[in-house]
């Protein structure tokens, strides 16, 4: 069929490939979400660039790495402690060519802004790859800044120079340390102390859990002195790895962490004794950062403006891991033979590639939505809040959806998925990590909850949504797909009602359910709006289709649990619909 990818059968296995050019669906976001013909043109440049990369070069290195992980040398020869993680070549190599092609900071490579939705697509190929290197990669962005908004600019205009260098010699990496072994997710139970020391100060404890542990500088939850206690008594630090002198700055690895996945970023146990470090507060307009400003109650908002947007990244994370298993179940799904016929022919396998398919792009239409939801909805006051609200949402939902779609590919393969040598084994590993990375499932549900009840957040949610299903005006294709979307607005709306004056256990109970529901409808909305613009730019009704499957899956109650259902979708259409082929509107008229 004209315009469809070629076979799956064809290809081997997914390294080696051009990832952006077999992801049409990532062409056709960027198309939806960059109207303007500069952007988009930038984005060709840029995300074109890093689809080769990734699929030929960062992801066979991955492999490497993860049969290799990183070890942490206590003592030189001489006894003296050096705390250095030592790495294989092909961890530095990958780290190196992906900040020489400004993937830390495409600003800085390209000497323009980049559109959000573009620096989340160079994200969602090299999560595909090794979410690992993203997660080191992607706190040093987030540490950058927060340096260059909340540092004194004599200490931080140079960390941020580093931080956003497309030299690897000269680059430094950051990192965010928040948990200690007591606290976990209750962060206000924190103890790390943090004493004043004139315009500096030092910090003393533990942290727990710290990730990209042998980077040069660090974001650090800790509690001034005489500060209150729960999170409102906690501040935020900047705490260099190294003192301008290259000694440690009160800084000693206790161990490295035996993980399960994501083994490339090396995550250890760190104390803090004495550590030189600055608050971050709010630069004025001579560049300092004011103690009374430090002072002003936010600290813990400023970690959360990392978290948030780690949350983001975590996000993404989810959907590259959800997409390299559908790729490579895909290509083994075409190349294996049994009972005399490609399983990919055999309709219960057609089923499970078609809705992988589904639910990652689902998955990327809510998650696309949070980078673009500032020109998107009505203002930008609004797209604010839906963001705010939808960012907890596509955490929780598209890394806990990539676990079963790891799991799912890997049953494709059969005996081969289980095995280390065969391609699904480390992705399963890796993405059971992002349901807990930066905050759980129950920890992302409270935070949903926490942007309603505070800022009233579902409220620009739901009009973004109604925004969405308005597009679908005229379409008859649509029009069941919109009254099971509309139907589960509806749900959300008195659910709200209903939660507002709940017993707050009850309400606690039922806030995952609530959350999921949330999820469905926001997916499902966007999905109507992106069939609505395929549909008035091409006449394509592929994107309606998957619109219907999800919508069939996730919104509506089917009799006998669909048995009845005379939809053929998965069946007649699989080849456009996994093949990104156009649909004629008439295959889907019943």
């Avoid at 303007?36 to 790495?65: I, M």
């Avoid at 190349?335 to 005399?340: I, T």
């Amino acid at each position: 069929m004209e315009g469809m990818l070629p076979d799956y059968a064809e290809f081997d296995q997914a390294i080696g490939l051009d990832w952006y050019r077999m992801d049409p669906n990532l062409s056709f976001l960027l198309d939806r979400y960059l109207p303007d013909p500069g952007d988009r043109a930038f984005a060709e440049d840029h995300v074109g660039r890093f689809g080769p990369l990734v699929g030929q070069v960062v992801a066979p290195r991955a492999e490497e790495t993860d049969k290799h992980g990183p070890a942490l040398r206590r003592y030189d020869r001489r006894g003296d402690e050096v705390d250095e993680i030592v790495h294989h070549a092909t961890w530095t190599e990958n780290k190196a060519d992906l900040v020489r092609n400004g993937f830390v900071s495409l600003e800085t490579y390209a000497g323009r802004p980049a559109p959000a939705v573009v620096g989340a697509s160079l994200s969602y190929l090299v999560s595909q790859a090794e979410t690992a290197i993203y997660c080191g990669l992607g706190m040093t962005s987030g540490a950058a800044d927060i340096i260059e908004r909340h540092s004194p600019a004599a200490v931080g205009d140079d960390m941020v120079r580093r931080l956003r260098s497309l030299d690897p010699a000269e680059a430094w990496e950051g990192g965010m340390f928040l948990t200690e072994r007591q606290g976990g997710s209750d962060v206000g139970a924190n103890t790390m102390r943090a004493v004043e020391d004139g315009d500096e100060w030092r910090l003393f404890g533990d942290k727990h859990f710290c990730s990209n542990v042998d980077a040069d500088v660090f974001i650090v939850l800790a509690r001034p002195e005489g500060a209150p206690g729960g999170s409102r008594g906690l501040g935020t630090f900047i705490v260099p790895r190294h003192l301008p002198d290259g000694s440690p700055n009160g800084f000693s690895i206790k161990r490295l962490k035996p993980k399960l996945g994501t083994v490339g970023v090396p995550t250890g146990e760190v104390t803090l004794d004495g550590a030189r470090a600055w608050l971050a507060g709010n630069r004025t307009a001579s560049g300092d950062a004011t103690g009374d400003a430090a002072r002003d109650g936010r600290g813990i908002n400023r970690m959360m403006e990392m978290v948030n947007g780690s949350r983001f990244g975590v996000a993404l994370m989810g959907l590259g891991i959800h997409r390299r298993s559908f790729l490579e179940a895909a290509i083994y799904a075409a190349r294996r033979s049994q009972f005399g016929s490609r399983i990919d022919a055999y309709p219960l396998v057609r089923e499970t590639l078609v809705d992988l398919l589904v639910d990652l792009e689902a998955g990327m239409a809510v998650t696309y939505e949070c980078a673009a939801a500032e020109r998107t909805a009505s203002d930008v006051a609004s797209g604010r809040l839906v963001r705010r609200i939808l960012i907890p949402l596509a955490k929780m939902r598209c890394t806990r959806t990539a676990v079963g779609a790891a799991s799912t590919a890997l049953e494709v393969f059969g005996g081969n998925g289980y095995m280390e040598d065969w391609p699904m084994a480390r992705q399963l590993r890796d993405a059971q990590c992002h349901t807990i990375w930066e905050g759980t499932e129950n920890i992302l549900c409270l935070d949903v909850r926490r942007a309603i009840a505070g800022e009233q957040a579902h409220l620009a949610l739901f009009s973004r949504m109604e925004q969405a299903l308005d597009t679908a005006a005229g379409h008859k294709v649509l029009a069941s797909t919109v009254d099971a979307v509309v139907g589960a607005l509806a749900e959300a709306r008195a659910a709200v009602t209903y939660l507002a004056s709940a017993p707050d256990d009850l309400a606690l109970l039922h806030s995952r359910r609530f959350a999921e529901l949330l999820g469905d409808v926001s997916e499902g909305a966007l999905l109507v709006e992106q069939a609505a613009w395929a549909l008035d730019r091409d006449g394509d009704a592929r994107k309606a289709a998957v619109a219907r499957r999800f919508a069939t899956r996730r919104l509506v109650s089917a009799p006998l649990r669909g048995i009845t259902d005379p939809d053929r979708t998965v069946l007649d259409l699989f080849e456009p619909l996994v093949r990104y082929g156009p649909v004629d509107g008439a295959d889907l008229a019943a």
